[in-house]
Nanobody, 120 residues
Framework: QVQLVESGGGLVQAGGSLRLSCAAS????????MGWFRQAPGKEREFVAI????????YYADSVKGRFTISRDNAKNTVYLQMNSLKPEDTAVYYC?????????????WGQGTQVTVSS
């Protein structure tokens, strides 16, 4: 079992920056790929970014590529999302996700979310 707690959301003007953090419980954090997803009002949850277990490989949605950076600190059991050049369309609840496959079973854990609001 992994528990995830996001923090760092808030209200920011367009063009500004925020850094989200996601702290994970347990001793197996480094065995999970970690991701960020977001859900805007009236829309489905969408993928934002993912980082592999070691932190050596990352992948981004086209809508955030070049503006957002995902990173992790396995010693601190924490994954980050640095968001720069924020746009009003980035407004959403941002969720942290931990994922790994054990034999044929996919383990998937979610945080409670943190609100990001970008004003124009």
């Amino acid at each position: 079992q992994v528990q995830l707690v996001e923090s760092g959301g808030g209200l920011v003007q367009a063009g500004g920056s925020l850094r989200l953090s996601c702290a994970a419980s347990g001793r197996t954090f480094s065995s999970y790929a970690m991701g960020w997803f977001r859900q805007a009002p009236g829309k489905e949850r969408e993928f934002v970014a993912i980082i592999n277990r070691s932190g050596g490989d990352t992948y981004y949605a086209d809508s955030v590529k070049g503006r957002f950076t995902i990173s992790r600190d396995n010693a601190k059991n924490t994954v980050y999302l640095q968001m720069n050049s924020l746009k009003p369309e980035d407004t959403a609840v941002y969720y942290c996700n931990a994922k790994k496959v054990v034999t044929t079973i996919q383990l998937d854990y979610w945080g409670q979310g943190t609100q990001v609001t970008v004003s124009s």
